[in-house]
C-alpha cells in the first residue's frame, strides 16, 4: 500500500514564535513518526507581512508591485528555514524551499498572482529520500524568474495545489480556528462545531464572513475536489471538513440527517462590513437602473445586493449594498447619475448588517426560508433587504440587532450544542 | 565615449532605517542625473543578520547551513526591494535581483560559498533599458538553486566581482568610515585620511585591523585590478582609492614623493585580538618547532607570529601568537606537546598587543624598521617579538602600551594631517 501523503499549512499565528515554532515541529513530526509522506507550507511569522508593509509605504506610499512582492516573500522564507531547524533539532530530515525553487510557476500580475503550473519533480526526488519537505506559502515566480506572490491568503493556495498536483490524501489547513463554527462562537456561545460541509457551503461562508479560508483557495480545491481539513494548530481535535458532497453523510452521520432543518441549514454567518444606498423615485424606464450599475462598476465599486421595489406611479425605489470602504464614493457617483437620470433623493445607511443562513439543499425546502423571516419578524427585527442562492438566504438588518439575529437564528434551526 | 559604469555597494549601517534608504537612493539617483549606469549592491538592513541568527540558534542551535543561508539571504532581499521602491518615489527607475535571479553561481560551501561564475546578462539587459539595477550583497546559488551566503563582508565581495564581471569604471564601497585613515582616529585625533593605497597595503591594514573591507574581497580586486574607492555614505568627500601601484603617485601627489618616509609608511595599525604562546627550553633538535605547529594546525589554530630565539646550551624558547578565543585550546595543546617534545614549561599572554607600520617600498628603505624600533624603546616600550612582510613590520608589545605606541609612531613618520 502507498504511503500516506499530507500536505499540512501552518497559518501566520501557529507560527508567531519560537516556541509555536517548535509545537509546529513536533506536531509536523508526529506525522511523519506514524509513516506518512510530509509536505508543509508554511506563512510568514505572525506579523510579519504587515510590518514589512508598514515598512515599504515609510518610503513609498505606492511600491511598485514588482519590489513588494520581492519584499514580502522573504516573510515565508524566513519561516521555513526556522521550521526545518526546528524539525532537525527533533532528529528528522527535512528541507525547505521557496516558492521559486519548487517550481511554482505564476503568471506576472504581482502582488495577486495565478498559478499556472507546478513542478512536483522536486518535491517528489525529496519525500523520496524520506524528507520532510517545507514549502513557502504565498509565493511563486514567473518564467522569467520574478519572485511573485499569490494575494492575501496565498499560503491556503499554496497547500491546496500542491495537495492537488501531488494527488495527497488530505490538506489539512492550521490555524488558531479549531475549525468552521455553526456560527461566530463570540456571539453565540452554544455555536457548534460542524463535522464536514461542503464546497459551497464554505465559499458561503467565506463570502460572508467566517475568515477561515480564502475563497480562491476553496474554488481550487472544488475544482480539484481536494479534501481539506481545517484544524487548529493548538490542539490534536478534529477540525472540519471541506469535501465533496457525496460524502458529507458519511462524515456527519445518519443521526442528524432524520431531521430535515438541521441537515439542511449548516451555520448562521453576520458581516458588518456593508452600507445600503437607496436612490428614491427612479423613473421606471427599461435600462436606467442598468446606467447607475454601470457606472459604479467602472469606478471599481462592487455592488453586492440589489433589491428594485415594485414600481408605483411609474417611480421605483432601488436599493443596493457596497462595502463600507467604497461608500463615500459610491454615494458621490450615484447623486450624479440620480440628477442625470431625474430621479429622487439618495440615501445611505451605514448602520446594516448582513445576516445569512447556510446550507446545501436549503433552495428545495422553501419552509427554510420563511421559518428565518418568521424568526426575525416575531422578534421585531425589520428586514430591509433579501437575496437568495442556491445555498444561502441573507437579510439586511439593522446592524444594531446584528448580534441578536444570530442567536436566534442559531436558536431556530437548532445548531446549538447537543 | 561609452557611458561610465560605477558599481556602488553600501553596507549594513548606510541602509540601517527607512530615513537612511532614502538618503542612499538620493545619492545613487544623484550619479544617475550625471549619466552613469550604476550596479547597486546593499547589505541587510542594520543589525537584521544578526537578529536572524539570534532567532536561529533560540531553534536550533547547531542549524544546518544550507537553511541558515535560506534564513540569512533574505535580509539583503528586502533591502534591495526597499532601495528600489525608495528609488521609484525620486523618479527612477530602477530593479531589484537577488543572488539567485541575478546569476551568481557559486559552489555549494553554504555560508562560505565562493562564486564560480556571474552571468551578466541580466543586469546588461536591465542596464541598456535605462534602469538602476539593485543586487542583493552576501548571496547567491548553487547549480541546483540552493540559496547560498559568502561570509561575513561577503557583500564586499559580490560589488567586486560584479564590477570586475561588467568591467566597471569603479567599484565604490560605501560605509560609515570615510576611508582608510594612516591609523585610527579615535586613537590619534591626528589621523589623516589617505588619498590612496595600494591592495597590498590595504590586505596588510584589514588583516591588522582597519575593519574597512574583507580581506577576500581586496584580493579578488587585487587579481583583477579593479579600482576601489573605499568612502562614506553620509557626505560627498572623496574617500580612498585602492589600487594598483602604479596608479599611486598620480593620486598622492608630486610633493609628498619627495620626502622617503612620508611615501614609505602609509598608516600604523593596531592589534588587541592576539595572545601569546612561549614555550620555554625546546630541545634544538630539527623538526620540533614542527611538530608543535602541526598539531596545532591540525586543531585548526591559525597560529600568526612565530619567533624561535637563538639557540642556548641545545636549548630554545619559542613564541608564538594566536587569536586570543583560541588561546583556551591552543595552550592546552601545547602543553601536550611540551610534555611529549621534553619542553619545558608553557607561558601563556593574554595581554599584548600588535602594532603595525605599513607600506609599499619599505623593505628597500631598512631605514624605516630602524626608526621604528628606535621610537619605541626611545619611550621605554618593550618589543617583545618582531615580524616583517613586504610591506609591514609588526611589533608584539605589551597591551597597556599600544595606543600610546600607535601615537608616536604616527608622529614619528610624520604621518599627521598637515
Given at each position: 500500500m502507498?504511503?500516506?501523503?499530507?500536505?499540512?499549512?501552518?497559518?501566520?499565528?501557529?507560527?508567531?514564535?519560537?516556541?509555536?515554532?517548535?509545537?509546529?515541529?513536533?506536531?509536523?513530526?508526529?506525522?511523519?513518526?506514524k509513516g506518512c509522506d510530509l509536505v508543509v507550507v508554511v506563512s510568514a511569522l505572525?506579523?510579519?507581512?504587515?510590518?514589512?508593509?508598514?515598512?515599504?509605504?515609510?518610503?513609498?506610499?505606492?511600491?511598485?508591485?514588482?519590489?513588494?512582492?520581492?519584499?514580502?516573500?522573504?516573510?515565508?522564507?524566513?519561516?521555513?528555514?526556522l521550521l526545518a531547524m526546528a524539525i532537525h533539532k527533533?532528529?528528522?530530515?527535512?528541507?525547505?524551499?521557496?516558492?521559486?525553487?519548487?517550481?511554482?510557476?505564476?503568471?506576472?500580475?504581482?502582488?495577486?498572482?495565478?498559478?499556472?503550473?507546478?513542478?512536483?519533480?522536486?518535491?517528489?526526488?525529496?519525500l523520496k529520500k524520506g524528507k520532510i519537505v517545507i514549502v513557502a506559502g504565498f509565493q511563486g515566480a514567473t518564467l522569467?524568474?520574478?519572485?511573485?506572490?499569490?494575494?492575501?491568503?496565498?499560503?491556503?493556495l499554496t497547500a491546496v495545489a500542491l495537495a492537488k498536483e501531488l494527488k495527497a490524501d488530505t490538506c489539512e489547513i492550521y490555524s488558531d480556528v479549531a475549525g468552521i463554527y455553526t456560527t461566530d462562537p463570540r456571539i453565540e456561545p452554544g455555536a457548534r462545531k460542524i463535522p464536514a460541509?461542503?464546497?459551497?457551503?464554505?465559499?458561503?461562508?467565506?463570502?460572508?464572513?467566517?475568515?477561515?479560508?480564502?475563497?480562491?483557495s476553496i474554488e481550487v480545491a472544488k475544482k480539484f475536489n481536494v479534501p481539506i481539513h481545517v484544524r487548529s494548530s493548538f490542539s490534536n481535535h478534529t477540525g472540519t471538513m471541506i469535501i465533496h458532497p457525496a460524502l458529507i453523510k458519511?462524515?456527519?452521520?445518519a443521526k442528524e440527517a432524520k431531521m430535515m432543518e438541521e441537515v439542511v441549514v449548516s451555520g448562521v454567518t453576520m458581516n458588518k462590513s456593508e452600507a445600503k444606498i437607496t436612490v428614491c423615485n427612479v423613473p421606471d424606464r427599461p435600462g436606467v437602473a442598468a446606467r447607475i450599475f454601470k457606472e459604479l462598476s467602472s469606478a471599481g465599486i462592487?455592488?453586492?445586493?440589489?433589491v428594485q421595489n415594485v414600481s408605483h406611479l411609474r417611480q421605483t425605489d432601488i436599493s443596493f449594498t457596497?462595502?463600507?470602504?467604497?461608500?463615500?464614493?459610491?454615494?458621490?457617483?450615484?447623486?450624479?447619475?440620480?440628477?442625470?437620470?431625474?430621479?429622487?433623493?439618495?440615501?445611505?445607511?451605514?448602520?446594516i448588517a448582513r445576516v445569512s443562513i447556510v446550507g446545501v439543499g436549503m433552495k428545495s425546502h422553501f419552509g427554510v426560508a420563511a421559518a428565518m423571516f418568521d424568526a426575525l419578524a416575531k422578534n421585531k427585527i425589520n428586514i430591509e433587504m433579501i437575496s437568495t442562492s442556491d445555498i444561502s438566504i441573507s437579510c439586511i438588518i439593522q446592524k444594531k440587532f446584528a448580534e441578536k439575529a444570530v442567536r436566534i437564528l442559531h436558536k431556530k434551526f437548532k445548531l446549538a450544542k447537543r
Open positions: 502507498a504511503k500516506k501523503l499530507i500536505v499540512q499549512k501552518f497559518g501566520g499565528s501557529s507560527v508567531a514564535n519560537v516556541e509555536r515554532i517548535k509545537k509546529v515541529a513536533q506536531k509536523v513530526v508526529g506525522y511523519k513518526r505572525g506579523d510579519t507581512t504587515d510590518e514589512l508593509v508598514e515598512l515599504a509605504n515609510k518610503i513609498n506610499i505606492e511600491p511598485s508591485e514588482r519590489e513588494m512582492d520581492m519584499l514580502l516573500s522573504t516573510g515565508e522564507q524566513i519561516s521555513v528555514a527533533l532528529g528528522f530530515e527535512a528541507i525547505s524551499f521557496t516558492g521559486a525553487q519548487v517550481g511554482i510557476i505564476t503568471d506576472s500580475s504581482h502582488t495577486r498572482a495565478r498559478i499556472i503550473k507546478i513542478n512536483t519533480d522536486k518535491i517528489k526526488e525529496e522569467k524568474k520574478d519572485i511573485t506572490t499569490l494575494g492575501r491568503g496565498g499560503s491556503d460541509v461542503t464546497y459551497d457551503e464554505m465559499l458561503e461562508m467565506a463570502s460572508l464572513g467566517a475568515q477561515v479560508m480564502q475563497s480562491r458519511k462524515i456527519s452521520g462592487n455592488v453586492d445586493m440589489i457596497v462595502h463600507k470602504n467604497q461608500i463615500g464614493k459610491a454615494g458621490k457617483l450615484t447623486r450624479k447619475m440620480a440628477k442625470l437620470l431625474k430621479a429622487g433623493d439618495v440615501l445611505e445607511d451605514r448602520n
